[in-house]
């Protein structure tokens, strides 16, 4: 096992959601190599502080200075309980600041932890040989195959002529949650499309990113959080992305 493996498997074995041999492979690689026993370290140590509301946020003190400059300055004259008021009026405005700021940290961080389940997923699928469940080309064979298993129905929809072919599907988990899997390939590159359910969710405009060398592309759109997970090239991921939301439309 490389170190690139074993940093995609390191947060599935802190959450457990390793089988028994993958984690005993994980394990030995830890063991030999002191750069993923130290980052193992640091991920159980950042999980612990979560895990305990440990884990706090300040507002940054040019962020304070800006919100309290807009406040009122108490006149000399003014009675003791309402300089007091004033400054509870500057702390509760204060605290409100530092609590957006901490929203933004916290949902900045679930999208990374997402991230990296999503790639972890993709790698384990590869590795265990458990990429599909059910294995056809057909959209009319994949997508029903689905009913009874999920509360969602998956957008399967084939690519073939467009260069993407359909392989198939399969179940998986995502934030502890089962999540419909649609299987693609491109030449020799496997295209993992995650799809969880996301009822109220605003349609977004996909997004690149890219960990561990394997680029993902997120949105949302029609009730659902889509990812697209591959070793394939950014732009012909894009690519894919592009076709995909078309052929959803038609």
């Known amino acids: 096992m490389t170190c690139e493996e074993a940093a995609v498997l390191l947060h599935a074995l802190i959450d457990g959601e390793l089988d028994a041999g993958h984690a005993r492979e994980v394990e030995a690689h830890v063991a030999t190599c002191a750069g993923c ?23 940054p003190g040019e962020l304070r ?23 509870a009026a500057g702390a509760g405005v204060s605290a409100l600041a530092a609590s ?27 590795q265990a040989k458990h990429l599909i469940d059910v294995e056809s080309s057909d959209q009319h064979t994949v997508k029903p195959w689905f009913n009874g298993r999920l509360d969602l129905a998956p957008p399967v929809v084939d690519l073939t002529a467009q260069g993407f072919t359909l392989l198939g599907g399969r179940l998986d988990t995502l934030d502890a949650k089962p ?12 295209i993992n499309l995650f799809c969880a359910p996301a009822p109220g969710a605003a349609n977004s405009v996909p997004t690149m990113e890219s960990l561990h060398g394997y680029n993902v592309l997120r949105w949302s759109e029609n009730g659902l959080n889509l990812w697209a997970v591959s070793d394939l090239n950014a732009e012909e991921l894009s690519e894919f992305g592009d076709k995909f939301e078309t052929a959803m439309k038609q």
């Open 37 to 59: 026993a130290a980052r193992l370290r640091e991920l159980q140590e950042l999980s612990g502080a979560m895990a305990s509301s440990r884990l706090r946020i300040a507002a």
């Open 65 to 87: 200075t800006r919100i309290e400059g807009k406040l009122p300055v108490p006149r000399a004259t003014a009675s003791r309980r309402g300089v007091i008021g004033g400054f």
């Open 100 to 126: 957006g700021l901490l929203l933004l940290v916290t949902q900045r961080n679930d999208r990374q932890r997402i991230l990296g389940e999503v790639v972890s997923a993709h790698l384990r699928s590869l």
């Open 179 to 190: 999540v419909a899997v649609i299987v693609y390939r491109r030449r020799v590159h496997v």
